[in-house]
């Protein structure tokens, strides 16, 4: 015959539901199922973070607002993982995110301002092209996408 199993928590737990708590302790977030411990992970670890909790509202276990409540994460936060969750499945917490394109230093404004850098114009005086700033070609410097010209040494 099915035994009920009581909510019995370690003392130090915080609870999500009546079935489920969690306890942070040396580092480590411990979900509880009653008194059985049933996934870990590094309190630094987001990724398993956003994962396990999307996981356990997918199941039909918590809601999104007592995993918002329960952790003090905004609600559209949690609403974005589970659309992660059910869009890209388990692999889309852990994959890198893809580089970032920048817009305004097109490929057009790349040729210009690398024509003026050769011509010996400085950063400042090609930023003031429209829509580049100075701050985005010393990026672009820096990642090797426009090359300064080099003073020659006498």
Known sequence: MPQIQLPVFPASCTTITNELAFEQRDGIVYYFNGHLPVFSHRADD?????FFSSQLISNGSVSQSQIAAAFG???????????KL????????FRPAPPR?????????IA?????????WTVP????????????????????????KTPLLS
Not at 46 to 50: V, Y
């Open 101 to 109: 394109q920048g817009h305004r230093l097109t490929d057009e404004r």
């Open 86 to 93: 059910r869009e890209e499945g388990a692999a889309g917490f």
């Open 125 to 148: 005086a090609i930023g003031a092209e429209p829509g580049v700033l100075p701050n985005t070609l010393h990026k672009a410097i820096s990642f090797g996408r426009l090359k300064k």
């Open 112 to 120: 210009r301002a690398q024509a003026l850098l050769e011509e010996g």
């Open 73 to 83: 994460v905004p609600l559209i936060t949690v609403k974005r993982f589970c659309k």
């Open 46 to 50: 987001l990724a398993s973070f956003r």
